[in-house]
């Protein structure tokens, strides 16, 4: 039984409404699709798997049995690795459907390995993000002409630990981490939902609001859960040990719920919810330019063969959203902005097709716009880029972190003290590795973070619990494994490595601790894992769990900062070749 979590309150019946709900054949999707139902909405679940869709809707159906003023539910095919599928799942949508009332961009991937959609954008921003965006856009048309409607972006509290690199989104310039191409996909969720909100206004369309939040810490999808412990692949362990601080789906859908239904957030719109209130995210999901180079960068391409085939009406919405900016400097600029906006009688007169009026050129002068020398440099950890006087990109600490007050945003070193934040162990060691007087002493040239929140007493792990760690890690890697196995989370390579192991007992732990080795050692694979690659595993069960550290130490049997393929194998009491010919068989 979990904490006390906020519950959606709102008693609003949606008969005669439609709602769309993506992802939504398990988790808090479904349980969203469940509330809905219950309300008398027409709920449309548009997911990838047909098959699982319509195994939920009939459960859904199955326990609302008896009960009255139920609605509909309709299963839609939906893949949004896919903008083909996107393209034709709205057109289906706009063919069928006379009005949108609700949508809920829901669906998500969570730290898969290096991949792209079919289109070749990286999966986890071309899923989470781009495959909404478009999908949203092209729905517009029909929620505009809906008298009131919400647009609900289900984003994470891993939008914190996003940085998103607009030069290299698809990270072909740069090493690959999952983690960070997740944490950007839901940054972006928060961006987008501000930008859209924006242009909405703009064009003065206020019958439609839109809303991000964060749904908290579900215990049966693993994506939710990664968002605040930063640590993949862990589903069981964290099922078993944080079951009482997380919450179940149901739970979980309630924010999205109370972003859909409540009154009082119908007044409210490009804000982000958590715990069905009003939550302030990370500064950067607040910035302007960062949400506008956001929506700029969807490939234009990709809406204009829709909007061939539609009316000259759809145009104008389009149009005008796509290129509405509604800051107050552009609308002194823009004498067209001082017309009476036609958008503001679609909903009235859709019958009317509506010439586009194209804005004027703001003037210009003559003057040459020189790229940021900065956009391409990535500084690291503690680190930010300045122009120096001669116009040249360097790295610098960062001057100033931000002090967190809540216990839980501090962090602990290895060096046992409590630190104000992660900005502040990374500037404190960007200071000592620069020779900066504010530098603690030398020892801190490798100070990092051992566990998040403040620092408390752990118990010594005793000689006899450390020489049976080895076999305790390899039973929790494999019962790891196994679990997202049976979730189909493992790629074919590593799912045909579980399925072995189920049928032979000699490999059972030594497939997982291969799996696991593969996995940390990606950033680069240099037969070595650093403490930044051990970092998912160090941080989020310190606290519990007191002789990860100090077995993770002793691994590092050359005090060196790293745990080599062989030191490995040693700790695990398998064989480095094997490890390694596995890995290798694995990435050819």
């Known amino acids: 039984m979990g904490l006390s979590h906020a519950k959606c309150l709102s008693n609003v019946r949606l008969d005669g409404k439609t709602a769309i709900v993506t992802g939504s054949n398990t988790g808090i999707g479904k349980c969203t699709v469940h509330d809905f139902f219950k309300r008398g909405a027409r709920v449309i679940m548009a997911c990838r798997n047909i098959e699982k869709a319509n195994e939920a809707a009939n459960d859904i159906k199955e326990s609302c049995n008896g009960q009255d003023n139920t609605g509909e539910i309709v299963v839609t095919e939906l893949d949004l690795c896919s903008l083909e599928s996107v393209r034709k799942c709205a057109a289906k949508l706009l063919e069928t459907e006379k009005h949108i009332d609700i949508l809920v961009n829901n669906a ?54 996003g940085n998103i690199d607009f030069e290299d989104l698809n990270f072909e310039k740069r090493p690959y981490k999952a983690l960070q191409a997740y944490c950007d996909s839901k940054l972006s969720n928060v961006l987008f939902t501000k930008e859209l909100a924006r242009r909405l206004q703009g064009a003065n ?71 069905c209130k009003v939550q302030e995210p990370i500064n950067k999901a607040n910035s302007v330019e960062d949400a506008k180079k956001l929506w700029e960068f969807t490939p234009r391409a990709d809406l204009a063969g829709f909007i061939m085939k539609t009316s000259l009406l759809v145009l104008a919405i389009i149009f005008a959203i796509l290129i509405t900016d509604a800051t107050a400097e552009r609308r002194k600029v823009k004498k067209y902005r001082k017309k009476v906006n036609p958008l503001e009688n679609l909903v009235k007169k859709p019958e009317e097709p509506i010439p586009v009026e194209v804005p004027e050129e703001p003037e210009m002068e003559n ?96 000689k006899e619990e450390m020489a049976d760690f080895p076999r305790r890690m390899r039973d929790w890697l494999f019962n790891i494994m196994r679990d997202m196995a049976d979730r189909k989370e493992l790629t074919p ?22 799996w696991k080795w593969c996995e940390l050692d990606g950033n680069p694979p240099d037969r070595s894992v650093s403490r930044h690659e051990l970092f998912p595993i160090r941080a989020p069960l310190m606290a519990l769990e007191h002789c990860i550290a100090p077995f993770l130490n002793t691994c590092d049997i050359d005090n060196n900062h790293k745990i080599s393929l062989e030191e490995w194998g040693k700790c695990l009491e398998l064989d480095e070749d094997d490890i390694e010919d596995r890995c290798d068989e694995i990435a050819s």
């Not at 071309?126 to 505009?144: A, K, Q, V, Y």
């Not at 104000?420 to 973070?449: L, M, P």
Request: hydrophobic share 30%; with cysteine.
């Open 205 to 275: 369309i206020e019958n439609v609001n839109v809303y991000s939040l964060h749904p908290g810490v579900i215990s049966t999808e693993l994506g939710r859960y990664l968002d605040d412990t930063y640590f993949k692949g862990l589903r069981w362990t964290f099922s078993v040990l944080f079951s009482v601080f997380m919450k179940t789906p149901e739970q979980g859908a309630q924010t999205t719920i109370h972003c859909s239904l409540d009154e009082n957030a119908g007044k409210e719109t490009g804000l982000y919810y958590s715990e």
């Open 108 to 161: 998500g991937i969570m730290m898969c390995p290096q991949s792209k959609t079919k289109d070749g954008y990286e999966t986890q921003f071309g899923t989470n993000h781009l495959g909404h965006f478009l999908f949203t856009l092209l729905l517009l048309p029909r929620i505009i002409k809906t008298s009131s409607a919400r647009i609900v972006n289900v984003s994470s509290s891993g939008h914190t630990k």
């Open 493 to 514: 390579h590593f799912l045909e490595m579980e399925r072995e192991a189920e049928s032979n007992l000699t490999r059972r732990w030594t497939n997982a601790a291969v």
């Open 367 to 462: 003057e040459i716009q020189l790229p940021d020398p900065c956009l391409q440099v990535h500084c690291g950890a503690g680190k930010i880029c300045q122009v120096d006087e001669n116009d040249e990109p360097q790295c610098v600490c960062i001057p100033d972190c931000p002090i967190e007050s809540e216990p839980r945003r501090q962090v602990c070193s290895n060096m046992n003290e409590t630190w104000t934040s992660d900005c502040a162990i990374y500037q404190q060691r960007c200071w000592c590795s620069t020779g900066d007087n504010r530098c603690k002493g030398d020892e801190y040239k490798h100070v990092h973070i051992e566990y998040y929140g403040t620092c408390r007493e752990m118990p010594e792990c005793l």
